[in-house]
């Protein structure tokens, strides 16, 4: 059974800094892995989504990778800003789609 | 394009009721899912659907039903509600499982308390 761990669970960074969220998973037969970000009371909002068969994906200041065998994935965020935050989660694809609980991050001014 | 609909966007219901939260899409995707998110939590898959007629159990199924007559739409149906069901639903839809470089497309959320 696929399981999705995201570490840690709660983060808070002055703003500028640059910082790794993680996500690991345990069963590597996966299609994609994305990366999401949700506002308190909101839906969520696609980031990048990383191929199988890729291994890393970029988007301005955000950038994820993936290593399958190992079941990993980071998103890196650079010079953080205050409306970075959110709460990031992951999700793996498989037969299925499964989440992890999500990183809240808060970036101090 | 509106992509991913969700109604209503809050209800409240006394236990034992029933509701049917509505979904619905406009990209032509042929995966939809329903997922529940409780506070503090990620998300967990009620229901998923791999095309019109065909729908199948997620994680978290007991309490809820699912149709999908057509592409579009994917309602999902509380039949007798309990306070354990007091949640914010999302609905998603995707591209083909073999065409997975496509994200999946969320909509705001549906939330729900049972008193």
């Known amino acids: 059974k696929q399981e999705v761990t995201q570490i840690p669970a709660a983060l808070s960074v002055p703003e500028g800094e640059n910082l790794v969220l993680n996500c690991s998973f345990t069963d590597s037969a996966i299609y994609n892995l994305q990366w999401f970000r949700q506002d308190p009371g909101k839906g969520l909002t696609s980031l990048l989504l990383?191929?199988?068969?890729?291994r890393e994906q970029t988007s301005g200041r955000l950038n994820a990778s993936l290593d399958k065998s190992s079941g990993r994935s980071t998103l890196y965020i650079a010079a953080s800003q205050p409306g970075d935050s959110a709460t990031y989660l992951c999700a793996v694809r498989d037969d299925k789609i499964i989440f992890g609980k999500g990183t809240r991050l808060h970036i101090l001014p | 394009n509106a992509g991913v609909t969700q109604t209503p966007k809050f209800r409240i219901l006394k236990i034992g009721q029933s509701m049917t939260l509505q979904c619905a899409q406009d990209?032509?995707?042929?995966?939809m899912y329903w997922y529940r998110q409780d506070p503090g939590m990620g998300l967990k898959l009620i229901y998923y659907s791999v095309g019109a007629g065909i729908t199948d159990k997620g994680e978290v199924p007991n309490g809820y039903n699912v149709s999908r007559s057509t592409t579009e739409d994917f309602p999902l149906r509380l039949e007798l509600a309990a306070p354990s069901q007091t949640s914010v639903y999302f609905c998603?839809?995707?591209?083909?499982?073999?065409?997975?470089?496509?994200?999946?497309?969320f909509g705001d959320g549906t939330r729900l308390s049972i008193l």
């Open positions: 990209m032509n995707h042929n995966y």
């Open positions: 998603a839809s995707s591209t083909r499982q073999g065409f997975s470089n496509q994200p999946q497309h």
């Open positions: 990383i191929q199988s068969s890729q």
